[in-house]
């Protein structure tokens, strides 16, 4: 699996806005804006969808809904706490949150049988960025954003993509 950006690896979707409203980059989220990765309009599916909300404590999660595999469809929900850095979205990819993710297979619940093979696949995959802070920096491009990644303040091109912001609404999907 190809890291695509912080909020593709480390979040289960919220769609009800928070009662604080949320710094730069993520302000939209304050009214329940969800991030769409790599968007298609067309067919309005995304290859991740990222909420943020803050919680009574004043830390700041990101929930999110992931495309695992098109085929056969599995999907990994995750919801990882970050932080806002020189307007970025920072985070780390913690085991504790693999352990705690949530899977679905062709839409469904996967097993708990499936789903310890799923996190097990999930955390090798990731092993070498545990501990690692990930920092996601929005650049605006028409009208959308370019998620620029870097992994302890080093640049990663190579998992930059296209994000927009979507209401709930619209009927955007994690689907290939």
Known sequence: MRLIGLALVTCAIASSASAAPLPSPIAQASSGKLQC???????KS????AAYRSRPDGVIVNPATVLI?????????????????????????????IEAAEFAISGNPATPA?????????????????????CTAYVPEADAFIAKVFID????????????????????????
Not at 153 to 176: H, L, R
């Open 69 to 97: 595999s098109a085929s056969p469809l599995i999907t990994m929900q995750t919801v990882t706490p970050v932080t806002i850095k020189a307007n970025q979205v920072c985070g780390f990819i913690r085991p504790e949150d």
């Open 114 to 134: 499936q789903t310890t093979i799923l996190r097990q696949k999930i955390a090798v995959a990731q092993r070498g960025i545990f501990g690692h802070e990930i």
């Open 153 to 176: 303040g080093t640049a990663q091109p190579n998992s930059n993509q296209q994000v927009m912001w979507v209401s709930p609404g619209e009927g955007f999907k994690v689907q290939p």
């Open 37 to 43: 990765y790599a968007p298609n309009r067309f067919t």
């Open 46 to 49: 995304c290859q991740s969808l």
